[in-house]
């Protein structure tokens, strides 16, 4: 199993950038590829950004052009550079980390407990 915690949310005016990682522990060995969602209240869950371990990065509508996924490899960690924050980015953000990139986001992957961001306006 792969347990997955989530860090670097917080309170942030607009405009401004903020840096979340995932840490993931456990059979790491078996990932290939991990991501962000995050959810806002009465909404579903949506897509914030993707990577395989094969260098592939997919990133959702609403965030494409404000955030850029990364990864450690040697750290087992991959963060969300997000810049140019805005209210509608208000949400909790959730790490999920699974063994092949089709499999993100599906109850076939892990998921961490989730880090609220919230920006005001």
């Known amino acids: 199993q792969v347990q997955l915690v989530e860090s670097g949310g917080g309170l942030v005016q607009a405009g401004e950038s903020l840096r979340l990682s995932c840490v993931a522990s456990?059979?790491?060995?078996?990932?290939?590829?991990m991501g962000w969602y995050r959810q806002a209240p009465g909404k579903q869950r949506e897509l914030v950004a993707t990577?395989?371990?094969?260098?592939?990065?997919n990133y959702g509508d609403s965030v494409d052009g404000r955030c850029t996924i990364s990864r450690d490899s040697a750290k087992n960690t991959v963060y969300l550079q997000m810049f140019s924050l805005k209210p509608e980015d208000t949400a909790v953000y959730y790490c999920?980390?699974?063994?092949?990139?089709?499999?993100?986001?599906?109850?076939?992957?892990?998921w961490g407990q989730g880090t609220q961001v919230t920006v005001s306006s």
């Open positions: 990577l395989s371990f094969g260098g592939t990065t």
């Open positions: 456990g059979s790491t060995f078996t990932l290939h590829a």
């Open positions: 999920n980390a699974a063994s092949g990139e089709l499999l993100l986001g599906t109850d076939f992957g892990s």
